[in-house]
């Protein structure tokens, strides 16, 4: 079972995990819980599509193979269970209309809303929930598709616009559907915050905070692209069909709210002819984030109901906060698009660094320099090996500056020349690092700043916690090199 396990997290390593844990296939350990989900699960999906053809042969040691892996699965789960308060105080009344409305128009599901301490409002277990059960089931029918635009009076008026997508086309019909008194859709609307507080929405003294940050150019270059994405549209649009495009639904603001809901509260959605497409999928959006999710894939509508189903991937308990992935994300492009940072250490937290690569060479023993054409860090807090040639840092990283020094370099061995140059390189990195760090400055918080300043500090903090524990590495591995040096004098 162990080295099934081993191999299915390999299969399920992405870029970022390869990067940093990929180096040593044959003692492939625990990377980080959803790795672990997706490997489990793996394993689950192969097992469950070789008992469904029959072979009565092998049934008894799949059967056993399957209930060793929905334990696993039981294990982490209770591992990375976070817990859930709800603050009862808060109302949830326009959620609550909305979830009504979705069961009277088909959707099925085990979820409750409530308002939970650190999260907002979330989706409630209202029974013991197991692997593969459907929390949430939704036809359809009740989904906000490109359909709904097409069957509008702007779509002809759009459809003319050069380069105009259909994701800006759902955008400016939900600009004006929001304030429609007879949609369909009125109590979805409704249930929706007046204001999204997104890194999209960040005053000019957060914006400013957040200097020495990449967060800083990713908000800049985003607002940017918004803005002249409206001035293209308008006034021109209300000037020329006032009707279809009011004015006073069209402003800036108006624009940027329904960007804000569109960034944080869309999906792609795979539907049954094959068509993907992007959508807003009313009740779903009460689904928060987290890096340890109970559902994980939820993106392909099924065919023989024609809705799309939520499943679980991890056993949630009743009372307990379910949650969802958004998918593979970095803390700056959440605080971005949807205005908040993850519980927990995120290992898609990573610092590119820019750094000249040389194209791919061999060593004199005819070993490839470096398959790696980018580098980057992240917290070595999140790595399991701290020794000595490693030090919680990333191989690939750690190899190009010691084939930079010496391109005959062999990891591993404990010559006097090869410790030499380990201490050059733990001296530049620190170097590096240690420059970058204090660039950022202090970072205190201040309980009466605004939400903006809030989250925009705590981001830097963490900016600030991952370079520190890179320099704090270089320094506890050049006592490692400088011991094992001792040792030729």
């Not at 369909?184 to 915050?193: A, E, I, M, N, V």
């Not at 957060?206 to 985003?222: K, Y």
């Not at 803005?227 to 495009?245: G, N, V």
């Not at 919680?392 to 006097?416: E, M, V």
Request: proline content about 4%.
């Amino acid at each position: 079972m162990q080295i099934l396990v081993q191999r299915a997290r390999i299969i399920a390593l992405d870029e970022v995990e390869f990067y940093f844990d990929g180096t040593d296939m044959d003692s492939m350990e625990f990377c980080n819980p959803r790795i672990e989900l997706e490997a489990l699960h793996s394993i689950l999906s192969l097992v469950d599509k070789i008992l469904s053809t029959g072979n009565y042969t092998t049934m008894g040691p799949l059967r056993d193979l399957r209930d060793a892996t929905v334990n696993m699965i039981q294990e982490l789960g209770n591992m990375i269970g976070l817990e859930t308060t709800v603050v009862t105080s808060y109302s949830c009344d326009k959620e609550g209309h909305l979830l009504e409305w979705g069961k009277n128009n088909g959707i099925q599901t085990k979820l409750a809303v409530a308002y939970v301490e650190g999260a907002g409002r979330g989706a409630i277990a209202t029974e013991d929930l197991n692997v593969g059960d459907i929390a949430l089931d939704i036809p359809i029918s009740v989904i906000i598709s490109e359909e709904l635009v097409q069957e509008s009076d702007m779509c002809p008026i759009l459809e003319k616009v050069n380069g105009m997508s259909s994701e800006t086309m759902l955008l400016l019909w939900s600009m004006r559907e929001r304030h429609n008194r007879h949609s369909k859709f009125k109590l979805y609307f409704d249930s929706l915050p007046e204001v999204f507080n997104t890194g999209l929405s960040f005053g000019i003294n957060a914006i400013m905070a957040l200097d020495g940050t990449l967060l800083l150019e990713e908000i800049v270059q985003a607002k940017e692209h918004l803005r002249a994405q409206y001035d293209e549209l308008f006034p021109a649009l209300c000037l020329e069909h006032p009707h279809i495009f009011p004015a006073d639904l069209y402003t800036w603001e108006q624009f940027l709210w329904a960007c804000e809901l569109w960034y944080s509260n869309s999906t792609k959605i795979m539907f049954a002819d094959g068509k993907l497409c992007t959508c807003l999928v009313p009740v779903a959006g009460f689904l928060n984030h987290s890096l340890f999710p109970h559902i994980m894939h939820y993106g392909k509508v099924d065919a023989a109901s024609n809705s799309l189903k939520f499943p679980l991937r991890r056993p949630c308990k009743a009372g307990e906060q379910c949650y969802l992935s958004y998918g593979k994300f970095s803390s700056s492009h959440l605080v971005t698009f949807y205005g908040f940072l993850p519980r927990g250490d995120n290992p898609y937290d990573i610092i590119p660094l820019d750094i000249d690569t040389p194209e791919t060479g061999h060593c004199e023993n005819g070993d490839p320099i470096s398959d790696w054409s980018n580098h980057m860090v992240r917290g070595t807090w999140l790595s399991k090996n701290h020794g000595i040639f490693h030090y919680g840092l990333p191989t690939p990283l750690l190899d190009h500056f010691r084939r930079a020094l010496c391109p005959t370099f062999q990891t591993n061995i404990h010559s006097q020349e090869n410790l030499e140059i380990e201490l050059q390189v733990l001296d530049d990195l620190h170097s590096t690092f240690e420059n970058m760090l204090e660039t950022f400055g202090e970072t205190n918080m201040d309980e009466s700043e605004s939400w903006d300043m809030k989250l925009a500090m705590e981001f830097k903090a963490l900016q600030r916690r991952i370079i520190s524990s890179i320099v704090t590495s270089c320094n506890s591995g050049r006592k490692l090199v400088e011991q094992e040096l001792g040792k030729w004098t």
